[in-house]
């Protein structure tokens, strides 16, 4: 009887300890996907100091950096063009 216990508490322990091994891969993959999409491309813009000047002054009546207005105004066009469609 004692045996039966033994071999129960044995195979439980293993049990655990392989949720444990998924639980961290689960974590680790989370973690891969929220830096994929964290993630940020870079491109080189050139505007008119003109429109620069609008832009910059459109972000601070926003409370946004250049960079940030410059992806809120793309970010909107995008989702308007595919509401559009």
């Known amino acids: 009887m004692n045996e039966d216990y033994k071999d129960r508490e044995e195979?439980?322990?293993?049990?655990?300890?392989?949720?444990?091994?998924l639980e961290q891969e689960i974590s680790r993959r989370e973690k891969a996907i929220n830096q994929k999409e964290n993630a940020r491309k870079q491109v080189l813009l050139r505007l008119a100091p003109s429109l620069y000047e609008?832009?910059?002054a459109w972000a601070e009546e926003d409370f946004r950096s250049v960079n940030g207005q410059i992806e809120f105004i793309l970010s909107e066009a995008v989702r308007k063009r595919k509401n559009g469609k």
Request: proline letters at 0%; hydrophobic letters at 45%.
């Open 54 to 56: 609008e832009v910059a």
């Open 11 to 21: 195979l439980l322990q293993k049990r655990l300890e392989r949720i444990k091994e």
